[in-house]
C-alpha cells in the first residue's frame, strides 16, 4: 500500500534525513519527496513523502510526531489507485 505523508519540519540540520531513515527502519520504502520551505510559515518545511508499506502508516505518524522535536505536524493519506 502506497501512503502520502504531509509533513511540516522546523529547518533544522538532518530533520529530513531522520523522518526517512524512520520510515525505512519502520518497513515503509520511501518512493518519492517533495517539498519546500514556506517562508510565511516562519520558514517551516513543508514535505510530502510517499511511501510503500504493508504496516498501518498511522502508526508511523505517530512515532515521528513523538520522537521527532523538529517535526510540527504530520498527516497521513492513502494513495488510491496504485497497484502494488
Given at each position: 500500500?502506497?501512503?502520502?505523508?504531509?509533513?511540516?519540519?522546523?529547518?533544522?540540520?538532518?530533520?529530513?534525513?531522520?523522518?526517512?531513515?524512520?520510515?525505512?527502519?519502520?518497513?515503509?520504502?520511501?518512493?518519492?519527496?517533495?517539498?519546500?520551505?514556506?517562508?510565511?510559515?516562519?520558514?517551516?518545511?513543508?514535505?510530502?513523502?510517499?511511501?510503500?508499506?504493508?504496516?498501518?502508516?498511522?502508526?508511523?505518524?505517530?512515532?515521528?510526531?513523538?520522537?521527532?522535536?523538529?517535526?510540527?505536524?504530520?498527516?497521513?493519506?492513502a494513495v488510491e489507485g496504485v497497484a502494488p
Amino acid at each position: 500500500m502506497q501512503y502520502r505523508l504531509d509533513l511540516v519540519l522546523h529547518p533544522a540540520e538532518g530533520a529530513l534525513l531522520r523522518v526517512i531513515g524512520m520510515a525505512e527502519r519502520r518497513g515503509f520504502a520511501p518512493r518519492a519527496i517533495s517539498g519546500a520551505p514556506v517562508a510565511a510559515d516562519y520558514g517551516r518545511w513543508h514535505l510530502q513523502l510517499v511511501v510503500d508499506g504493508q504496516r498501518p502508516a498511522e502508526t508511523l505518524c505517530r512515532q515521528i510526531e513523538e520522537d521527532h522535536l523538529d517535526c510540527v505536524s504530520v498527516q497521513v493519506t492513502a494513495v488510491e489507485g496504485v497497484a502494488p
